[in-house]
């Protein structure tokens, strides 16, 4: 029988929405943390999910602007963009010996975050799935698989077994990996390229694909090469391959962010990407260009 968790929610938007609708559906108790506004429609409403994945259905969940009492885990599911203002919602006292669990995208979140809470209670993970809140605890899950990969070096097995048997038994698959740098760094070898690229041009990925393949290929060879000097294996072959596979109309989150004049995770994907490059003496020619002409585009 899987323990029942309590579990907090920060940012209950696509990814944690669904995540918060799904936990909470199993029988765990969700608290979610947001503004005021969204957090009382959740309290009022709860969250509604369609998916074809999961069906559709709704749960009831708490909701609150700020964590005021102790959990067993705290999912971190804002963007880097929103990260420094939704951590005050999540007092270090409130959170106690909680498991931080941080869906973000990039590389250098757990640093931070083991900075401002216990360092060996942060689990970073790395989610698969195109999940979107189209209104305050309104949730459509597209694609067809929700796969987590949680990892930790330094947090005790038991926690992140437990967490993990939790999670796969509400729904998402999800395995605990050994090797925190290489599951940070698989998600940022595919995720740069792809957003640099679709966002640089405004193209979906089959445009993008064909009519940039030369500086698709170089974006894939930096990456992978940042990502082995870093200690994370690469293969640049796989990960052409993964993008060929994609529907041609497959966006990047960072493009429709930039469509929808939203902050882009630019920092966090590619300054990122340029700084370990820089700290390991690798050329990344193409991905400072981009970069660079991204920034000065505005973004």
Known sequence: MTTRLTVAILGPGGTGGLLAALLSRAGHRVICLARAGTADILRTNGIRVRSGQFGDFGAQVEADTELREPVDACVIAVKHTALDAALSRVPAAALGDALVVPLLNGVEHPAALRARYRPDRVAPAVIRVESTRVAPGEIEHGSPFTEIDLAGDDVPQPLLDTLATALTAAGPATRVVDDETAALWAKMAFLAPFALLTTRY?????????RHRDELQALVAETAAVSRACGAPADPAQALARYDSFPPATKSSMQRDAEAGRPLELDAIGGALLRAADRNGVP???????????RAAGH
């Open 202 to 210: 405004g193209l979906p990925l089959g445009e993008a694909r064909t």
């Open 284 to 294: 990344a020619p193409v991905t400072a260009r981009l970069v660079s002409e991204l």
